[in-house]
């Protein structure tokens, strides 16, 4: 897995993120809708792993997979909250008060359907189980790459908090989807080529998402001095 993480760090949209996320986490109504816009992408997997799993193949570790991603969702709504103060609305996951929020779920959803594509060949008995687990896959080697980024540009502006916990869950996340991937798919590392190779365009189609809400200069509500070293609690 490490051969696809290290792939995309050093892809040509790695400096298109980070530049991005400096804009981000520099802006205090701009970060606190990033940040629900992360809380929403975690809840959507959970949803996802809810509608998916099946009690008879659903062990130990499918439940904590769910439990830590639901507590990731939770930190990051904290997060979003404190770093809003009160002035920015991320009450809900509605679009208004995410950023870019509704395509960020599309980007989820367009993965999820892609991994689909490429499992159709498979008997329906075993195609959701699998599915769950190639969709994952992609979606943490994505998250190696991203967390790491926004830590950064969280310890370059002086941000009180850190995302390191929600990074080392997803280490484990990976390593446990490759795990899982070697003993149920024999051809995994083809079938996850196909969905990453779709990963990146829909991935680079959200950033884009996320520069137009930005706006061309990042401006937006709260902006002034101090804003990135807004304490968040929870995170």
């Not at 779920?105 to 689909?116: C, K, L, R, S, T």
């Amino acid at each position: 897995m490490q051969r696809y993480v290290i792939a995309l760090q050093q892809g040509h949209d790695a400096r298109r993120m980070a530049d991005l996320l400096a804009r981000i986490v520099g802006n205090r109504g701009l970060h606190a809708r990033m940040l629900n816009t992360l809380a929403r992408l975690e809840y959507v997997g959970v949803r996802k792993m809810l509608k998916s799993r099946r009690a008879e193949r659903l062990d130990l570790d499918g439940l904590q997979h769910m439990l830590e991603e639901t507590v990731h969702a939770v930190r990051l709504k904290r997060a979003a909250v404190a770093a809003g103060q009160g002035a920015v609305a991320v009450k809900t996951f509605a679009d208004a008060d995410t950023l870019a929020g509704d395509h960020a779920e599309a980007y989820f959803q367009a993965v999820d359907h892609a991994a689909e594509t490429v499992l159709a060949d498979l008997p329906e008995a075993v195609r959701t189980e699998v599915n769950y687990l190639l969709t994952s896959a992609a979606i943490e080697v994505r998250a190696e790459v991203f967390y790491p980024a926004y830590e950064a540009a969280l310890r370059a502006t002086g941000a009180e908090f850190s995302v390191a916990s929600i990074l080392r869950d997803e280490d484990k996340h990976l390593v446990d989807m490759a795990a899982a991937l070697e003993r149920a798919l024999p051809d995994w590392r083809r079938r996850l080529d196909q969905v990453l190779a779709r990963e990146q365009a829909l991935y680079g189609d959200f950033m884009g998402a996320l520069e137009r809400a930005c706006g061309p200069t990042a401006r937006g509500a709260d902006t002034g001095p101090g804003n990135a070293r807004v304490p968040v609690a929870g995170a």
